[in-house]
Structure formats: structure tokens, C-alpha cells
């Protein structure tokens, strides 16, 4: 049987509730009498190479508390990817600490390290429980029906959206908003749960599971624009043409071309000021403004879905529990089974590992430009309590005197 | 005496509490008996000379309260500003339709306006009261403690500041971010309310009231980052060189020496991007992100500072009460009586009228790159109850086994 030693590490892009996860693991941990110590190594895989960690188990209840509502990874993360070579440096660590228990909260890449880990403690004969608890924002996880920490990251784009709608009907004209997510448009997609009335943006919704065509987005911003006298539009940063190039360095190098000299366009603000240049100067439409949502939409203090906080918690005890009782290693997954409730199962390591999930075609409207209902229905519920509402005047017009 | 005719309008831009001001003098002004009919002029002065406007006597206090809780400008609002003539206009059509309270809320730009249709009415001997109401995200008007709109987006960017900190603690490196503010850098000093700990970001902040230099700026980075291995920078939209050209026009203009061609450089996102650039290339610092807060940080649904609604209803009220008995025009301001307390005055409108606040020295630390801790203490109240928190896992380093 595995050794009483817990090691937990967190990896990849923080969320709003990863800690969530974390002090499930250690809390639950805890509450078995085989485990004695628990670990938590920082900055991820890195801190477990470099034996840097700290004793999770002399930290009082209240602060741990704390930090579970406290956004971004209380642990510190890491972009390292490991490979087998890193993998099998991890084993050594965990083998040398003697720890008996490995749990990893991350995205794919991170259940894929687990996997290796997994494999490296099994061909060493080390008894070692490994298990993947997810998390990602971009919801990018596939045999998921969602992954901690995408609900609030959806929850902010909502609400920003909800928000930029109600300025741009205050002060007309068009507002383009870039989302995060660069394969898996379920982020920018949440824009659309921002929307009240017929006439609310977003109107115009575009992720990377379809070709962005430049001549038809300018057409139905243009269409919109008739229409409604504004538009909101939403863009995923990963929007690509046929090819799969982004669409960012295409209107840079048209741009290059013109000025036939070196334009230096990276930085993150790129894309929404291309895009709206093409708006005000192929439409010729003059109040054009462009955001680029940033890292405001994944570490924005305050704004979190309480299902998300608490299936985040579930999803770190579930793996202790598995851990103990399952006797497998795997990756926690998370299953629908109401309107709206869920369970969790334990997955093998190479059902999630390294693949990514992208938005179903039942979730995007068919001019590619939209969502649908499905995918209303699908995201309300994980949004959470108190979302905030918008209301309008009535119109009771007053007759004119000087113009009848 | 004034007819019983109200007409309210809101010009500007949108703040969070802005309907607040507008629900304000509706249910107040019907508390009077003079008082009948209570017009709303839908986009500002530009609505007032369209005749278009909306009876809000026609509308039930749910709904209004409802619309008071909604960020943005219910009315709609205007970037006009009315020279002598479009104020002429405006005088026609509010004697056209007989009113004889008119209440406006804006900054310092609608103040002026104010102040001109109420000079036209006394020279027609005219009978009717203008009142100017405060509003505006940037703090920048004269006499007043502070303006409706600011604490509310200010918490905005607080809460911002710290998530990403604790985001780019978790994988460090440097980040800036860009916040409004074209002339006073009271938002972009709000970033400093988002600290916690002593080594928490923002570690600079660069606002407008102080010159900008480019060689400075990149040496403050340079020692942050060797301090705490990442540095968190918050710069206001308006920062600008000794001469006042904003630096996002000057490091454009580089680029495109740089480059021997154009560069179009427009957009909200280039001075972070810009910014970057800078870090990376003469820093040789590789994890470098910037983001430009945009629109978010005045319009964004679900972050509110319950001072700024109280406040926003109550200079709303007032406006009425000095309308009803004071039996002058003016200005709206909010006087600090206690820690924390206010109260509220009628000012000339040309004490306002025009004029801008720009944040004063004993709140910018020495080094021009911090706030003071008067500054704190001026702004913390502000922000109001419910503050999030972010707390940390205190330091229990585990012994190394494998390094000694």
C-alpha cells in the first residue's frame, strides 16, 4: 500500500477557485488516519524538481479557508511541460519524500505529466497513487461536462458583457471584446448569457470552432449596424481563416504589406485594434472601440460562480476519496445528472490526457456568428446565484411640441 | 415661481451609479406637490433638442429602483457639448415644453452647459431652475471630495489590481495594466488599494499629474522585477512627456522610425502593447503581458461600491431639495464631514463649470511612481462594505532531501 505522504501541486493557468481544489485535497486528506503529512510543492512541476515544498499540515483551518476563496494558485504555478525525462525526475523527487500520494490540478497537459508519473512509479515497482483533478478556464477537457474554474471565468464575460451592452446602448456605435481561449470558444460563447432583451449585444459572436471569413464578419457587423444603430461583438482571441492562421497576424501582415516596412505587432492588444480598424475604415463607421478582456477575466477578485466554488472543492476531495478507496490512479471527471446537479467519476489517465475538447455543433448557431439555446441551457445553471440583472425604462414617450 | 415641469438628462460617459442620480430627482421631485410632470431626455442635451423625451411619471418605483441598481446611463447619454448656440437651442425647446426644473448629470462639460442655458433663461426672464449633479469615473471635478461614479470604478480597478497580482505571483514575470483617466490619475492611484502584503503588486503606479520618462520608468521595472523576481505596473491612459505629448504617440512614432514605414497605431490597446515592447526589447525580460482595462472598469455589472450608490441617490435628492428650496441654480458637491461621513452643498455653477481636478501632491509618493498613505486613507471608504480579501499560505518549508 502507498506510504501516509500526500503531495498536491497545482499547474497551468490559474482560475478563480483552483484553490479549491487544493484545500479539498488537503482537508480531506486529513480526515483519513493512514495519511500523516501533506505537502503542496510550489510553482507545480517545477517546485517538485527542486524539492521545493511546504508542510500543508501546519497550516491552521481558517487560513486554509481563506485561501480556498482567494483566486489564482495560493501554491504558484508553472508553463514547464515535463516530458519523460522530466517526468521521471519528478519520480525520483516523490520517491525520495517518500510520498505515497500525488495529486495535480491542471488541464491536459497536466493529466499528461500524471500519466507519466504514473507509468515511471509502476515500472519502478513504488507504490504510488496518482491522480489529475482539472481545472482549466477554457473548458478545453474532454469527457467533462465542465471544468472547475470555466463557470467563473464564464461568469465574468457575462457580466463584462452584460455591462459593455449597456454602455454601447448609452453611447452608440461598435464595441469589439476579445475573449480568452484560443481552441475552445466556450469562454467568448459565455458573452451571449450576458443578454436580456431581444435588441442586447453581443450581437455577433465568433469562436475559433469555425473559419472567421474578414468580408462576412464585416458584413454582419455591418448588418447589425442597420439594424440597431450599434454593435457588440464578441471575438475569441484563437479566431483563424481556412488555414488555421490567426487571424491577428494575417491583418498584420496586410498591414506590413501596405507600409511595405516591419510592423511589430505582438502584445495582446493586437487583435482588437485590427479588427477595429478594418471597421472604421472598410465601413466607415466612426465610434469603433476594441478590448481586449485579458488576464481580468481568469484572477478578477469578486467574481466567481459559487457552483464553480463548490464543485472545485468536491472535485479535490473526490480525488483523496478515490485515492483511498478506488485504488486506481486516474483523473477526476465531472458528470451532469440534473438540471442542475452533478457526480464524479474517475477516469483512466489516457481518456483525458493531452486531448482537447472543443465546442459541440449543437452549441453554435448555424451562421457561425451566434450560440444557441442549447448552449444557454447548458452554461445558466453553472454561472451561480445572484448574477446581477439589467433593467430599462419603459418607453412612454412625450409628445413633441416644437416637431409634431 | 418655476412651473411644475421636471426634465432630467444624463451626458458623458456612463458610471456604474449614474441611474441612481436619475432615480433620485424622479422619486424626490414627486414628493413635491408644485411638481407634475417628470421628463427624461433621452441622450443627453442631444435628446433635449430633438425633443425626445420619455415620461418617468409613467413608470412604477419597482422598475425604477430596479433601473437604479443598473449600471450605465438608462436615459442614454451624449459626447456633445453644446457651444452658446446648441444651449440656446436647448432653452427653446425646455421653454417649448413649459419646464421649469432642469437637472443635468455630468462632469465638468455638462456643468458648463448647465450654467449657460441657465444664463439664457434669466436673460428671457424665463423662470427656471438649473441644477448640475456630479458624476464622473475620472474624480476630476473641482469642490468636491470626490464625484459619484469614481468609488465604484475605482473598487473595479482595486479588484483588478489584486487578482492580478496573485496572478502573476503564481507565474511571475511582468505585468502592466492601462486605466482611464486622460487628465487625473485618481483611478489609476486606485490600483494601490488592491495591495495586502508588502510585497503585493502594484509595485508602480504612473499617473498624469507627473512627467513620464521612458529611461525612469524601465529602470523602476528593472529594479522591481531584481527585488521580487516580477513587477506589477498600473499607468494611467494619460501618462505623457515633459512637453505633454502622450507617450503612446511618442513610441509609436519610434516604431515607426524603426521601421521606415506607417504604422497605424490607433487603438485602445497600443500604449500596453507598447509598453511591452519596451520591457522586452531593452530588458530582455521574457514573460511580459500588458492589458488595457477599457470599458470594463466603468461599466462592468456586479462590481459597486454601496458608498457610491448612497451617494449617487442622495445628490440626486439634494438636487431637488435646493431646486425646491433653495430657489437658486448650482452645482451639486459633496463635502467629507467625518471618517466616513458627507454632506452635501449647492456651488455656483461656475465654480465647477469647466474646470478640472487633477489629483493633488500630498497624494502622489515622492518618487512619482506610488501613491501616499493619504491617498489611501482618502480613498479607502469610498469603496465600500464587502471588500474581497486575499489571503495566502503562510511559509512552512519542508527540509530537502535530495539537495542538502
Known amino acids: 500500500m502507498a506510504t501516509g505522504k500526500v503531495l498536491v501541486a497545482q499547474g497551468g493557468g490559474p482560475t478563480a ?19 500523516g503529512l501533506v505537502y503542496g510543492a510550489r510553482h507545480g512541476v517545477r517546485g517538485i524538481v527542486d524539492e521545493d515544498f511546504i508542510d500543508l499540515t501546519q497550516e491552521t ?58 507509468e515511471e ?5 513504488y507504490p504510488l497513487r ?11 477537457l474532454v469527457s467533462n461536462d465542465h471544468t472547475p474554474g470555466f463557470p467563473s471565468a464564464a461568469r465574468f464575460v457575462a457580466q463584462a458583457f452584460a455591462g459593455v451592452n449597456l454602455d454601447n446602448a448609452s453611447l452608440p456605435g461598435i464595441y469589439v471584446g476579445i475573449v480568452m481561449g484560443r481552441h475552445a470558444g466556450f469562454l467568448t460563447a459565455a458573452s451571449a448569457l450576458g443578454k436580456k432583451f431581444a435588441d442586447d449585444g453581443p450581437h455577433l459572436i465568433y469562436v475559433p470552432e469555425r473559419t472567421f471569413v474578414l468580408e462576412n464578419f464585416l458584413a454582419d457587423v455591418k448588418a447589425t449596424y442597420e439594424r440597431f444603430g450599434r454593435c457588440v461583438v464578441a471575438v475569441s482571441e484563437g479566431i483563424h481563416d481556412a488555414s488555421g492562421a490567426p487571424i491577428a497576424t494575417l491583418l498584420a501582415k496586410e498591414l506590413e504589406h501596405d507600409a511595405h516596412g ?5 502584445g495582446s492588444g493586437a487583435l482588437a485594434d485590427l479588427l477595429c480598424e478594418e ?14 478582456f485579458g488576464y481580468l477575466q481568469r484572477s478578477f477578485i469578486g467574481c466567481v460562480s459559487d457552483v464553480d466554488q463548490r464543485e472545485a472543492r468536491e472535485v479535490g476531495e ?5 485515492a483511498m478507496w478506488g485504488k486506481r490512479d486516474g483523473s ?73
Do not use: W
Request: positive net charge; glycine residues 6%.
Open 332 to 404: 477526476v471527471s465531472i458528470k451532469r445528472t440534473g438540471y442542475y446537479s452533478v457526480d464524479y467519476e474517475l477516469l483512466p489517465l489516457d481518456a483525458v490526457a493531452g486531448k482537447t475538447r472543443t465546442m459541440e455543433d449543437e452549441f453554435i448557431a448555424e451562421n457561425g456568428a451566434d450560440v444557441t439555446d442549447a448552449f444557454r441551457m447548458y452554461l445558466r445553471p453553472l454561472l451561480g446565484s445572484g448574477m446581477p440583472d439589467a433593467f430599462r425604462l419603459r418607453p412612454n414617450p412625450v409628445p413633441k411640441v416644437m416637431r409634431k
Open 318 to 322: 473526490k480525488a483523496v476519496q478515490f
Open 262 to 266: 516591419n510592423v511589430q505587432l505582438s
Open 279 to 292: 471597421i472604421k475604415t472598410k465601413l466607415k463607421i466612426k465610434r469603433v472601440r476594441g478590448d481586449t
Open 61 to 118: 483551518s481558517h487560513n486554509l479557508e481563506m485561501v480556498a476563496n482567494t483566486p489564482s494558485s495560493a501554491l504558484g504555478s508553472t508553463r514547464d511541460k515535463p516530458d519523460v525525462q522530466y517526468c521521471q525526475e519528478i519520480f525520483k523527487v516523490l520517491r525520495a519524500h517518500e510520498i505515497g500520494h500525488f495529486f495535480y490540478v491542471g488541464g491536459n497537459d497536466s493529466s499528461d505529466t500524471v500519466r507519466i508519473v504514473s
Open 130 to 140: 496518482c491522480i489529475h483533478i482539472p481545472k482549466t478556464i477554457d473548458n478545453d
Open 121 to 125: 512509479a509502476k515500472k519502478a515497482n
Open 17 to 35: 477557485v483552483i484553490n479549491q481544489s487544493l484545500i479539498g485535497v488537503t482537508l480531506e486528506a486529513r480526515r483519513f488516519r493512514d495519511i
